[in-house]
């Protein structure tokens, strides 16, 4: 069975980066990145394998929501200098490079719901949390920095909702690290109850009546920006990448 292991660059290589006390000195960050790249494969033993990177257009979502992201510490100059030297040195070693045009979670998404539809099983690395959506048996996250599974269970009992909730519950909550507004006023012990109540947002709105007068109103005037949240914080599982798995095939070991 195809096992691919999927990594989200610059999750792993910001936060690796980040530990370092002279923003500007990058000296080493190369050969670091391989070696965790390295101990990623020696533990998963994986017959494929990629770094995707976030690319430099403007996202869907920021086109959807202006103040997506807004806020966020760009990346240092001296990361964005050293990038090209990593993605040379583990491209040396086997772990080829897939460049999104925008945000690379998209694009891990697709190639791992893509494969766990055809009978593979898809690991992927990464802490943001906007991947506890894809809850197909044969796709799994890791946490490098932990060094262990962050699993579905584990994400149900954090939020207090049940894993077909994840999306309702965000568009509710929002998301601050990204900027997603969710509801004035709503935030994730609120979230949790309505939906532990409404089982979906689409329920929930068609119960407002049952609500007291308050908490209905917030609801009402947020109504727009559950809708929008929502699809802010969908994954995109169906891009069209003009990718073949063969590309990111590991050598066999002899």
Same mark, same amino acid.
């Given at each position: 069975?195809?096992?691919?292991?999927?990594?989200?660059?610059?999750?792993?290589?910001?936060?690796?980066?980040?530990?370092?006390?002279?923003?500007?000195?990058?000296?080493?960050?190369?050969?670091?990145?391989?070696?965790?790249?390295?101990?990623?494969?020696?533990?998963?033993?994986?017959?494929?394998?990629?770094?995707?990177?976030?690319?430099? *257009?403007?996202?869907?979502?920021? =086109?959807?929501?202006?103040?997506?992201?807004? +806020?966020? !510490?760009?990346?240092? &100059?001296? %990361?964005?200098?050293?990038?090209?030297?990593?993605?040379?040195?583990?491209?040396?070693?086997?772990?080829?490079?897939?460049?999104?045009?925008?945000?690379?979670?998209?694009?891990?998404?697709?190639?791992?719901?893509?494969?766990?539809?055809?009978?593979?099983?898809?690991?992927?690395?990464?802490?943001?949390?906007?991947?506890?959506?894809?809850?197909?048996?044969?796709?799994?996250?890791?946490?490098?920095?932990?060094?262990?599974?962050?699993?579905?269970?584990?994400?149900?009992?954090?939020?207090?909702?049940?894993?077909?909730?994840?999306?309702?519950?965000?568009?509710? *909550?929002?998301?601050?690290?990204? =900027?997603?507004?969710?509801?004035?006023?709503? +935030?994730? !012990?609120?979230?949790? &109850?309505? %939906?532990?109540?409404?089982?979906?947002?689409?329920?929930?709105?068609?119960?407002?009546?049952?609500?007291?007068?308050?908490?209905?109103?917030?609801?009402?005037?947020?109504?727009?920006?559950?809708?929008?949240?929502?699809?802010?914080?969908?994954?995109?599982?169906?891009?069209?990448?003009?990718?073949?798995?063969?590309?990111?095939?590991?050598?066999?070991?002899?």
């Amino acid at each position: 069975m195809n096992k691919f292991l999927i990594i989200d660059g610059l999750n792993i290589v910001r936060r690796m980066h980040a530990a370092q006390p002279n923003e500007q000195d990058t000296t080493g960050l190369d050969t670091r990145v391989l070696s965790a790249c390295q101990k990623l494969l020696k533990f998963h033993q994986p017959t494929h394998a990629a770094i995707v990177w976030d690319g430099d *257009a403007v996202s869907w979502r920021k =086109k959807l929501y202006e103040d997506y992201k807004k +806020g966020r !510490k760009p990346m240092p &100059q001296a %990361l964005s200098t050293a990038l090209p030297q990593i993605k040379a040195l583990l491209d040396e070693h086997h772990l080829k490079s897939i460049e999104a045009e925008a945000e690379a979670d998209d694009v891990i998404a697709t190639l791992a719901t893509k494969l766990a539809n055809t009978a593979g099983e898809a690991v992927i690395v990464s802490t943001d949390k906007g991947f506890t959506q894809l809850l197909h048996p044969s796709i799994s996250r890791w946490d490098y920095f932990n060094q262990c599974p962050i699993t579905i269970e584990e994400q149900e009992n954090k939020l207090s909702v049940h894993r077909s909730q994840f999306i309702d519950y965000l568009a509710l *909550a929002g998301d601050s690290g990204n =900027k997603i507004p969710g509801i004035n006023g709503i +935030g994730p !012990k609120s979230a949790a &109850q309505l %939906l532990k109540t409404f089982s979906s947002l689409s329920a929930l709105y068609k119960s407002l009546h049952t609500l007291g007068a308050k908490q209905a109103k917030k609801l009402e005037e947020g109504r727009d920006m559950a809708r929008l949240s929502y699809k802010l914080v969908q994954l995109q599982t169906q891009l069209p990448l003009r990718l073949h798995l063969s590309q990111f095939r590991l050598p066999t070991k002899a």
